[in-house]
């Protein structure tokens, strides 16, 4: 399932704030998520990844994680921005 639906928008709220997002996506059958933060909201993006896989589903894996950073004019002066997007999957309960 890949559509806007399943992409957070990480910023400065609490981390545990997007850990509850993830699990409501998880719980709503979405299999991937998309975490995307910039600037200083990275480590928020990077922390709640972690404690989710942690705390509360270890069989949560990163599928992917993409970096980049844009440029931009401010008075005049260029200024660049970091970005991280980082894509992370429910692994499905195989039975046998």
Do not use: H
């Not at 975490?35 to 896989?53: H, Q």
């Not at 069989?59 to 992370?88: A, L």
Request: hydrophobic share 40%; net charge positive.
């Amino acid at each position: 399932m890949t559509s806007i639906n399943n992409v957070i928008i990480v910023g400065r709220k609490p981390v545990f704030s997007y850990i509850t997002a993830c699990i409501t996506l998880f719980n709503q059958g979405v299999d991937e998520i998309i975490l995307r933060a910039r600037g200083r909201s990275i480590a928020n993006c990077v922390d709640t990844v972690e404690k989710l896989r942690q705390s509360f589903s270890p069989n949560i894996t990163v599928k992917r994680i993409s970096i980049w950073s844009e440029e931009f004019e401010v008075e005049g002066k260029k200024k660049y921005i970091s970005y991280m997007e980082i894509r992370i999957e429910k692994e499905k309960n195989l039975k046998s």
